[in-house]
Protein backbone atom coordinates (compact mmCIF):
# COMPACT_ATOMS: atom_id res chain seq x y z
CA UNK A 1 0.00 0.00 0.00
CA UNK A 2 1.23 3.10 -0.67
CA UNK A 3 2.02 6.86 1.53
CA UNK A 4 -1.57 7.78 3.50
CA UNK A 5 0.03 11.73 3.58
CA UNK A 6 -0.74 11.46 -0.36
CA UNK A 7 -2.35 15.01 -1.29
CA UNK A 8 -6.02 14.89 -2.07
CA UNK A 9 -6.79 16.60 -5.70
CA UNK A 10 -10.33 17.84 -5.30
CA UNK A 11 -11.06 17.48 -9.15
CA UNK A 12 -8.93 14.66 -9.72
CA UNK A 13 -9.43 12.21 -7.04
CA UNK A 14 -13.33 12.46 -7.66
CA UNK A 15 -13.57 11.84 -11.24
CA UNK A 16 -11.05 8.61 -10.71
CA UNK A 17 -13.22 7.41 -7.79
CA UNK A 18 -16.16 7.23 -10.06
CA UNK A 19 -14.34 5.18 -12.96
CA UNK A 20 -13.32 2.84 -10.73
CA UNK A 21 -16.41 2.57 -9.12
CA UNK A 22 -17.91 2.39 -12.78
CA UNK A 23 -15.44 -0.73 -12.63
CA UNK A 24 -16.57 -2.39 -9.17
CA UNK A 25 -13.68 -1.48 -7.38
CA UNK A 26 -13.74 -2.41 -4.09
CA UNK A 27 -12.37 0.46 -1.34
CA UNK A 28 -8.92 -1.99 -0.98
CA UNK A 29 -8.53 -1.51 -5.06
CA UNK A 30 -9.20 2.11 -4.74
CA UNK A 31 -6.67 2.52 -1.86
CA UNK A 32 -4.13 0.75 -4.14
CA UNK A 33 -5.33 3.05 -7.31
CA UNK A 34 -4.52 6.04 -5.09
CA UNK A 35 -1.07 4.36 -3.84
CA UNK A 36 -2.87 5.24 0.01
CA UNK A 37 -3.49 2.78 2.66
CA UNK A 38 -7.23 1.78 3.20
CA UNK A 39 -8.12 3.89 6.56
CA UNK A 40 -7.44 6.80 3.65
CA UNK A 41 -10.02 6.25 1.41
CA UNK A 42 -12.35 6.03 4.57
CA UNK A 43 -11.28 9.34 5.56
CA UNK A 44 -12.01 10.49 2.33
CA UNK A 45 -15.20 8.97 2.06
CA UNK A 46 -16.10 10.54 5.81
CA UNK A 47 -14.87 14.22 4.89
CA UNK A 48 -14.89 14.88 1.25
CA UNK A 49 -18.13 14.91 -0.31
CA UNK A 50 -17.48 15.20 -3.84
CA UNK A 51 -15.52 11.92 -3.34
CA UNK A 52 -18.33 10.07 -1.67
CA UNK A 53 -20.44 11.64 -4.19
CA UNK A 54 -18.40 9.72 -6.65
CA UNK A 55 -18.38 6.73 -5.58
CA UNK A 56 -22.02 6.32 -5.02
CA UNK A 57 -22.86 7.63 -8.61
CA UNK A 58 -20.04 5.39 -9.77
CA UNK A 59 -21.84 2.20 -8.34
CA UNK A 60 -25.60 3.12 -8.90
CA UNK A 61 -24.83 3.34 -12.69
CA UNK A 62 -22.45 0.54 -12.58
CA UNK A 63 -25.67 -1.68 -10.70
CA UNK A 64 -28.11 -0.23 -13.10
CA UNK A 65 -26.20 -1.12 -16.00
CA UNK A 66 -25.49 -4.78 -14.89
CA UNK A 67 -29.45 -4.84 -14.03
CA UNK A 68 -30.39 -3.23 -17.56
CA UNK A 69 -28.50 -6.52 -18.99
CA UNK A 70 -29.48 -9.40 -16.45
CA UNK A 71 -33.08 -7.48 -17.84
CA UNK A 72 -32.08 -8.27 -21.28
CA UNK A 73 -31.08 -11.49 -20.86
CA UNK A 74 -34.38 -12.19 -18.87
CA UNK A 75 -36.97 -11.11 -21.52
CA UNK A 76 -34.16 -11.78 -25.04
CA UNK A 77 -33.32 -8.86 -27.13
CA UNK A 78 -32.61 -8.61 -31.00
CA UNK A 79 -28.70 -7.40 -31.63
CA UNK A 80 -27.57 -6.35 -35.21
CA UNK A 81 -23.91 -8.37 -36.39
CA UNK A 82 -21.86 -8.25 -39.08
CA UNK A 83 -21.56 -10.85 -41.53
CA UNK A 84 -18.40 -10.40 -43.81
CA UNK A 85 -17.95 -11.98 -46.48
CA UNK A 86 -15.20 -12.29 -49.31
CA UNK A 87 -16.57 -12.10 -53.33
CA UNK A 88 -13.52 -12.29 -55.34
CA UNK A 89 -11.43 -10.15 -53.01
CA UNK A 90 -14.27 -7.72 -52.27
CA UNK A 91 -14.87 -7.68 -49.04
CA UNK A 92 -18.94 -7.15 -48.27
CA UNK A 93 -20.38 -6.14 -44.89
CA UNK A 94 -23.78 -7.00 -44.50
CA UNK A 95 -25.76 -6.56 -41.39
CA UNK A 96 -27.92 -9.13 -39.92
CA UNK A 97 -30.34 -8.88 -37.34
CA UNK A 98 -30.01 -12.04 -34.59
CA UNK A 99 -32.21 -12.53 -31.67
CA UNK A 100 -30.74 -13.72 -28.39
CA UNK A 101 -33.85 -15.65 -27.21
CA UNK A 102 -34.76 -15.29 -23.10
CA UNK A 103 -32.33 -17.44 -20.57
CA UNK A 104 -35.08 -19.53 -18.67
CA UNK A 105 -32.31 -19.44 -15.21
CA UNK A 106 -32.01 -15.83 -15.56
CA UNK A 107 -35.48 -15.11 -15.48
CA UNK A 108 -36.58 -17.51 -12.80
CA UNK A 109 -33.45 -16.02 -10.88
CA UNK A 110 -34.52 -12.39 -11.47
CA UNK A 111 -38.33 -13.69 -10.50
CA UNK A 112 -37.62 -15.28 -7.27
CA UNK A 113 -35.82 -12.01 -6.34
CA UNK A 114 -38.77 -9.75 -7.57
CA UNK A 115 -41.54 -12.06 -5.99
CA UNK A 116 -40.16 -14.59 -3.54
CA UNK A 117 -43.56 -15.39 -2.27
CA UNK A 118 -44.71 -17.01 -5.60
CA UNK A 119 -40.70 -17.97 -7.09
CA UNK A 120 -38.81 -18.69 -4.75
CA UNK A 121 -36.64 -22.16 -5.35
CA UNK A 122 -36.81 -22.95 -1.31
CA UNK A 123 -40.12 -24.16 -0.27
CA UNK A 124 -41.98 -23.00 2.93
CA UNK A 125 -43.19 -25.79 5.19
CA UNK A 126 -44.89 -25.43 8.06
CA UNK A 127 -44.86 -28.35 10.87
CA UNK A 128 -47.33 -28.96 13.30
CA UNK A 129 -46.27 -30.29 16.13
CA UNK A 130 -47.18 -33.74 16.69
CA UNK A 131 -46.39 -36.29 18.46
CA UNK A 132 -45.13 -39.83 16.87
CA UNK A 133 -43.85 -43.18 18.24
CA UNK A 134 -40.25 -43.51 17.51
CA UNK A 135 -40.05 -47.03 19.16
CA UNK A 136 -42.08 -48.05 16.53
CA UNK A 137 -39.96 -46.70 13.59
CA UNK A 138 -37.94 -49.53 11.88
CA UNK A 139 -34.06 -48.92 12.34
CA UNK A 140 -32.11 -51.01 9.57
CA UNK A 141 -30.38 -49.42 7.60
CA UNK A 142 -29.98 -45.95 9.19
CA UNK A 143 -26.52 -44.18 10.11
CA UNK A 144 -25.18 -44.39 13.31
CA UNK A 145 -25.67 -40.73 13.72
CA UNK A 146 -29.17 -41.06 13.06
CA UNK A 147 -29.63 -43.24 15.72
CA UNK A 148 -28.22 -41.57 18.13
CA UNK A 149 -30.48 -38.86 17.41
CA UNK A 150 -33.19 -41.05 17.57
CA UNK A 151 -31.49 -42.36 21.45
CA UNK A 152 -31.62 -38.72 22.13
CA UNK A 153 -35.16 -38.12 21.36
CA UNK A 154 -36.15 -40.86 23.42
CA UNK A 155 -34.56 -39.90 25.96
CA UNK A 156 -36.22 -36.43 26.03
CA UNK A 157 -39.87 -38.05 25.17
CA UNK A 158 -39.26 -40.07 28.37
CA UNK A 159 -38.06 -36.71 30.25
CA UNK A 160 -40.96 -35.05 29.24
CA UNK A 161 -43.24 -38.13 29.95
CA UNK A 162 -42.12 -37.90 33.49
CA UNK A 163 -42.49 -34.56 34.19
CA UNK A 164 -45.95 -34.93 32.73
CA UNK A 165 -47.39 -37.63 35.13
CA UNK A 166 -45.72 -36.06 38.28
CA UNK A 167 -48.00 -32.83 37.67
Known sequence: MGNSRQIYDNVSH???????????ARDVD????FGVNIMTIDLWKRNR?????ALRRGKKEADSNVVQ??????????IIEDH?????????????????PPDPQSFIKWMALRDRENWSETQ????????????????TGLS?????????????QLTEHAGDSRN
Open 69 to 78: AWYRRCIGYT
Open 14 to 24: PRMAFKYALLG
Open 49 to 53: PKFRE
Open 124 to 139: RVEIKQTTININKIDL
Open 84 to 100: ITNDKGTIIVTPVRKHI
Open 30 to 33: LAEA
Open 144 to 156: VQEKELIEKIQLQ
